[in-house]
């Protein structure tokens, strides 16, 4: 979601995105942090392969991220006519086109104020919640947007980090393709 102004938020509905499963499961990292994972069985787990191997993202927050969840499912399968839950497939299942649905929802601002008016209230309450005294072990207070522009700073620096795992798949890939691998 993102709206003018300095706030941008891009997250998952779950503690973690699936991606930072595959990226532990493609470097042969034995184990994910408690939390991220549940095995087959419903079972949290700690085991990457497991949480890989037909186990399922955890729920952000509780029983109040599963409902977040299920809302966003709502908006992007029931209300698009696309797949739902299980039928969406994906990378993980071998035989199965991912069917993934979106829904894009466009608010045209000016119709409630004008855009200059909600810009500045935006950076208004941004500016309230980055004054907010910081908890304790941490130097400032970030909101949505904050921790994504500065890696992109950082990378436009120097360079994206690939493990090597995800480098040696990348290679194969593009050893497959005939494609010419960067110098």
Known sequence: MSVPGPWLLDMATTTVAAGKIFKAFINEKPEIPAGWAFDSQGVPTTDTKAAYNQGMLMPLGGYKGSGLGLMVEILCSVLS?????????????????????????????????????????VEQLVGLMKATPTAPGYDEVMVAGDPEWRTE???????????????????????????????
């Open 81 to 121: 006519g696309g797949a739902m839950a299980n039928d969406v497939g994906g990378i993980r299942i071998r035989g199965r086109h991912n069917r993934c649905s979106q829904c894009f929802i466009a608010i045209d601002i000016a119709r409630f104020m004008l855009v200059e008016e909600f810009t500045a209230r």
């Open 153 to 183: 700073a950082e990378r436009r620096r120097n360079g994206i980090p690939i493990e090597e795992g995800n480098w040696d798949l990348l290679v194969k890939t593009a050893e497959r393709l005939k494609v010419a691998l960067p110098g």
